[in-house]
């Protein structure tokens, strides 16, 4: 869900392993939601992780966004803030609206039957106070809220420290941060999930209180940003951690796994407090993975994950309508919900029409702003 800017040779060879995380994270997205559907047996064991591919791109979002600040704040540069909110303003908006337009105009389009307010997907609150139990449809689109108040904030937040000059001292805000998310995350399972534990509404009090919202979720964007902060403010520590790219891609992994386990108590509160900072640790020290030079991620190229990376952001934002659509139809000519071929219709529909709403929309957007951003420059 991020633009990833290639400015540069080293750069361009960098992202590679940027690309790979991003394939991974749709892919992890698009068969955890597959289990809405009727899918074969093995999805349902394999897709119940695929929730962290959200974080996954919050740790990217964060990194990436992130640097581009922290080099204004070294610089003690002057933040554009304007600027920055017309690119992501172009990057996500138009084919963000395109798809609530046809989730609110097609209703064959929906998931399940109730749709939100419209008021809520224009003003990117949709994951406070969210009820999946009566109003799923679009539902994904959470993460997206979450994302774009993080745009909206940082800018500000780093206009604010350059003004102290605050420097390396911002890493003090980054921790206060990280501390308020577990007592937040604490305080609001024992008063508002705990009590209805083993009861019918509890894994929908549970993603209301404490899944969807804004404040309980920023260990993901709050790990991207600390990322970027140590590679641009302590270079003798980016130095050593560039040079185990391999070792982190296996503790990575070892960590994550463990998180998998934490997932099968739901009901505890360790779910709550651990498995969003363990999880968004395990993803940073991936990113750091993929971008580091001795790294098996940052030296393979491979044209599929950066096909499926460029389309990652359209596949998110139509892969449960197309579904959807897909299942209902094909159902008609015998071919079961829960077969492969049913599988493999639906990755394809989902791709086409990724494919589809990228080249019209998304790639005409991206460059007519890359054209209005030269334009203002050259006038300048």
């Given at each position: 869900m991020t633009d990833l800017k290639q400015s540069d040779k080293t750069t361009t060879t960098r992202l590679h392993g940027l690309d790979h995380l991003r394939a991974l994270a749709i892919i992890l997205v698009f068969f955890f939601h597959y289990r809405l559907f009727g899918h074969p047996h093995w999805v349902q064991k394999v897709g119940i992780f695929g929730w962290t591919g959200v974080d996954l791109f919050f740790v990217l979002s964060g990194y990436l966004i992130a640097s581009q600040l922290f080099e204004t704040i070294a610089e003690n540069k002057k933040v554009f803030i304007g600027e920055f909110y017309f690119k992501r303003l172009m990057r996500t908006i138009p084919a963000y609206l395109v798809v609530v337009a046809i989730y609110f105009l097609v209703p064959a389009f929906r998931e399940t039957e109730a749709l939100p307010p419209l008021w809520k997907f224009l003003t990117f609150t949709q994951n406070f106070g969210i009820d999946v139990k009566h109003y799923a449809t679009f539902s994904h689109a959470w993460s997206l809220c979450i994302e774009e108040q993080f745009y909206f904030l940082l800018p500000i937040i780093t206009a604010i420290l350059i003004y102290f000059k605050a420097g390396k001292k911002s890493f003090v805000l980054l921790i206060g941060l990280f501390i308020l998310g577990f007592l937040l995350r604490g305080y609001i399972w024992i008063k508002f999930v705990s009590p209805f534990v083993f009861t019918d509404n509890y894994f929908a009090l549970w993603a209301r209180w404490i899944y969807y919202p804004t404040y309980t979720r920023l260990d993901g964007l709050l790990t991207g940003i600390a990322i970027a902060g140590i590679f641009k403010f302590y270079p003798n520590v980016k130095e050593y951690f560039i040079r185990q790219g391999n070792i982190l891609l296996i503790i990575s992994f070892l960590i994550l796994g463990s998180t998998y386990f934490l997932y099968l108590h739901q009901f505890s509160i360790a779910?709550?407090?651990?498995?969003?900072?363990?999880?968004?640790?395990?993803?940073?020290?991936?990113?750091?993975?993929?971008?580091?030079?001795?790294?098996?991620?940052?030296?393979?190229?491979?044209?599929?994950?950066?096909?499926?990376?460029?389309?990652?952001?359209?596949?998110?934002?139509?892969?449960?309508?197309?579904?959807?659509?897909?299942?209902?139809?094909?159902?008609?000519?015998?071919?079961?919900?829960?077969?492969?071929?049913?599988?493999?219709?639906?990755?394809?529909?989902?791709?086409?029409?990724?494919?589809?709403?990228?080249?019209?929309?998304?790639?005409?957007?991206?460059?007519?702003?890359?054209?209005?951003?030269?334009?203002?420059?050259?006038?300048?």
């Open positions: 779910l709550s407090l651990f498995s969003f900072p363990l999880i968004a640790f395990g993803y940073g020290l991936l990113v750091v993975s993929a971008i580091s030079p001795a790294s098996i991620l940052y030296k393979v190229d491979s044209k599929i994950t950066k096909a499926i990376a460029t389309l990652s952001y359209s596949i998110y934002l139509t892969h449960k309508g197309l579904i959807h659509v897909t299942q209902q139809q094909f159902v008609k000519f015998g071919i079961g919900v829960n077969s492969y071929v049913m599988l493999l219709l639906c990755i394809i529909v989902v791709i086409a029409g990724a494919i589809i709403l990228h080249l019209a929309i998304e790639k005409p957007f991206l460059q007519l702003r890359n054209n209005m951003l030269k334009k203002h420059r050259v006038s300048l």
